[in-house]
């Protein structure tokens, strides 16, 4: 199976024009998505290496700051898929403390808990209060707004915020815009962002000069994955719209509880794993949901996101890995190599 999956992308390698774009690293590398990948943005252009060819001492070396994204904790589920999601948490903190490079920060992309119960996110904060970078920032995921319109969200982690929790901030060079689209989804559950946010993003980015590298996060893709399952945003061709001036813009998604990646341009999409359990490749099952695996197998398909960014080159270097890094697994299909 292994050959025959290489084979496939030997051919496909073939297919591609020299464009500049280092495609054998980046779908080589996408070969190793359970085990964890690098992606490097360096002027819009994309570069890969495997995250095992990263691990060592010096693997962030020259690093100006790194950050982490975690996603879809859903503290408070307790079905078969994952009956302690409690401890996956703790396991992505553990992972996170022993890091080589201590994080700056860490970015949660929603759904930190399962029904938006004040003990939800009690046990929550109880985890993250272990976590060595003790900043983090959030977004809600629709499981965030479940009982009250999302008013418990707003009060713990939305101080400071516009309107449903979305805002912005600085950080050596970057900026980084969280954005709120688990309000008002539409027909199937696509995301929402509303003219109000999209308003003030357009006004957010204004005077921004077109080199200064942009980072967008929310909980829901900005890309349409597959509508069926509500995986997209149904206004996101105007968001990204404000972004397709500046020279290098990552996009981090959680939502979908798996890593698909999109270049568009200067563009790239970046969907992360959850830490509570895996969810089914699109159009393989008759819905999304949560999806069990054997107890043996979860943590290869949990995980984190570690960035890394260097000022010099404006670059963003993405890491995935798994909670339990031993084993690699490749992609189950063609669309996964391409991110669609």
Same mark, same amino acid.
């Not at 996408?30 to 693997?59: E, L, N, Q, Y």
């Given at each position: ?86 401890? $996956?948490?703790? #396991?992505?903190?553990?992972? =996170? ?5 201590? *994080? &700056?920060?860490?970015?949660? +992309?929603? @759904? ?99 080199? $200064?590298?942009? #980072?967008?996060?929310?909980? =829901? ?5 597959? *509508? &069926?399952?509500?995986?997209? +945003?149904? @206004? ?12 290098s813009v990552t996009v981090l998604n959680g939502h979908i509880h798996q890593v698909m990646q999109k270049i568009e341009g ?75």
């Amino acid at each position: 199976m292994a050959d025959k999956k290489q084979d496939f992308i030997d051919q496909k390698l073939q297919d591609l024009n020299n464009d500049g774009i280092d495609r054998r690293g980046f779908l080589k590398c996408m070969a190793w998505a359970g085990t964890g990948m690098v992606w490097t943005m360096s002027g819009g252009i994309p570069t890969s290496r495997a995250f095992a060819a990263s691990r060592g001492k010096d693997a962030s070396k020259g690093g100006d700051f790194s950050f982490v994204q975690i996603s879809d904790s859903h503290i408070g589920f307790n079905k078969p898929a994952n009956p302690d999601v409690t401890a $996956t948490l703790q #396991v992505a903190i553990d992972k =996170i403390n022993a890091l080589p490079n201590k *994080p &700056d920060f860490i970015l949660h +992309t929603g @759904d930190l808990s399962q029904l938006s119960k004040p003990s939800e996110f009690d046990t929550l904060d109880q985890v993250l209060k272990g976590a060595a970078a003790k900043q983090i920032y959030f977004v809600p995921g629709e499981h965030d707004m479940l009982s009250d319109n999302g008013e418990q969200y707003l009060q713990r982690y939305g101080k400071g915020t516009k309107g449903s929790g979305w805002y912005s901030f600085d950080q050596k060079g970057i900026h980084f815009v969280g954005l709120v689209n688990v309000v008002n989804l539409k027909a199937g559950g696509l995301g929402a962002l509303g003219q109000e946010q999209l308003e003030w993003l357009e006004d957010d980015l204004k005077g921004r000069s077109a080199s $200064t590298p942009i #980072v967008l996060f929310a909980h =829901i893709p900005l890309w349409t994955i597959y *509508p &069926d399952w509500g995986w997209g +945003t149904d @206004d996101s061709a105007q968001a990204l719209s404000y972004v397709k001036r500046f020279g290098s813009v990552t996009v981090l998604n959680g939502h979908i509880h798996q890593v698909m990646q999109k270049i568009e341009g200067k563009v790239s999409f970046h969907t992360a794993m959850s830490t509570a359990f895996p969810q089914p490749a699109p159009g393989s099952a008759p819905s999304a949901g949560p999806m069990k695996v054997p107890a043996a197998q979860l943590r290869n398909v949990l995980g984190i996101t570690d960035v890394n960014y260097r000022v010099s080159g404006k670059s963003l270097a993405i890491v995935d890995s798994p909670l339990d890094s031993s084993v690699s697994s490749l992609p189950t299909s063609s669309s996964e190599l391409y991110g669609g």
